[in-house]
């Protein structure tokens, strides 16, 4: 089959910690067909992590927002291009929509285990066999990591901790006086705080940054995807909810404290990443201990 593949189709996730377990999948196809540029169908916030893929081919967006979830446009646009490889990580069954000569999908995957990733890699085990899995990737550039550098010039050179406090599901967040608690115990340790995420996160990041004795800035609402990346990156701490940008910290392999509320960590902590882990007792991050997360973070520390 190598020889014949040139074209292959990538039906991608969503969600941006989704699109990060993706990347192995790409890694693995990349591996298998060097030769063959990757198409991808992906979401319009997500599809950011894919920029700098050097075997990228084009990225076609799926814009839920349109007509039956953009289905009908998405199909009319792929419909124009026959792929000798259509890779299906979805369930909608968009992939006997296109094109192609042989395809992969959810009805024949065999998952080799119960992590998230080890199941978007069984849609690909017929052709992946008993290769090792990749690690999740971000391809970043010299210019996000000169934007992220001078984004955190101001803060005093030393230990950063990138905090990501709020979250959509209010179920997933961290009491704000916790983290407030948090850093000012480890503030002889920490020189700066950075607080990601998105528009919506920033308020929240501005109450907590108000009420503690250590430099920080509100990056929150301010960076992409790819920049956010390079900025966590630079960070020896990462601590927030199981989101997007705990999988990109994954991926970045920044030390990581993740609160996990409403999914369990076996099933999503980051994939093979420096990521530990508190667990709710009632499906809400709230109920976390400030003193339980005290523990981690010195345990945590001494590792670094």
């Known amino acids: 089959m190598s ?30 067909f060097p030769q063959a540029k990757i198409d991808i169908v992906s979401d319009s916030r997500s599809h950011q992590l894919y920029t700098h893929c050097p075997y990228l081919g084009r990225v076609i967006l ?34 006997y929509l296109f094109k192609g000569k042989a395809r992969l999908t959810k009805l024949t995957s065999k998952p080799y285990g119960t992590h998230s990733v ?7 085990s017929r052709i992946h066999g008993d290769r090792k899995i990749p690690d999740t990737h971000i391809w970043l550039t010299r210019q996000e990591e000169e934007y992220a550098e001078n984004l955190l010039r101001h803060l005093p050179i030393g230990n950063w901790l990138v905090v990501v406090s709020d979250n959509l ?5 961290w009491p704000e006086e916790n983290y407030v608690d948090l850093i000012n115990t480890f503030s002889k340790w920490l020189d700066g705080v950075v607080f990601e995420g998105s528009e919506a996160e920033r308020e929240c990041a501005d109450r907590i940054a108000t009420n503690i004795n250590v430099p920080s800035i509100n990056l929150a609402g301010k960076t992409n ?3 956010a990346a390079a900025v966590i990156k630079k960070a020896a701490i990462f601590i927030g909810s199981d989101s997007g940008l705990g999988h990109i910290a994954g991926a970045m392999q920044t030390p990581s404290i993740l609160f996990f509320s409403t999914d369990k960590p076996e099933r999503v902590l ?4 420096r990521a530990d882990y508190l667990v709710s007792k009632d499906n809400n991050a709230s109920s976390i201990t400030l003193t339980d997360t005290v523990v981690k973070f010195e345990e945590l520390i001494s590792r670094i």
Request: aromatic residues 4%; hydrophobic residues 45%.
């Open 118 to 124: 080890e199941n978007l890699m069984g849609v690909i």
């Open 169 to 173: 599901d209010k179920r997933k967040v």
């Open 62 to 95: 799926k814009d839920k927002s349109r007509f039956m979830r953009g289905a009908l446009e998405l199909v009319t646009s792929v419909r124009k291009k026959h792929y000798d490889l259509i890779v299906d990580l979805r369930t909608d069954g968009l992939a």
């Open 270 to 273: 980051p994939w093979r990443s």
């Open 3 to 32: 020889e014949d593949v040139k074209t292959i189709l990538l039906v991608s996730l969503s969600c941006v910690g989704d699109a990060v377990m993706t990347t192995p999948v790409m890694q693995s196809i990349n591996a298998l």
């Open 225 to 227: 995807l790819l920049q």
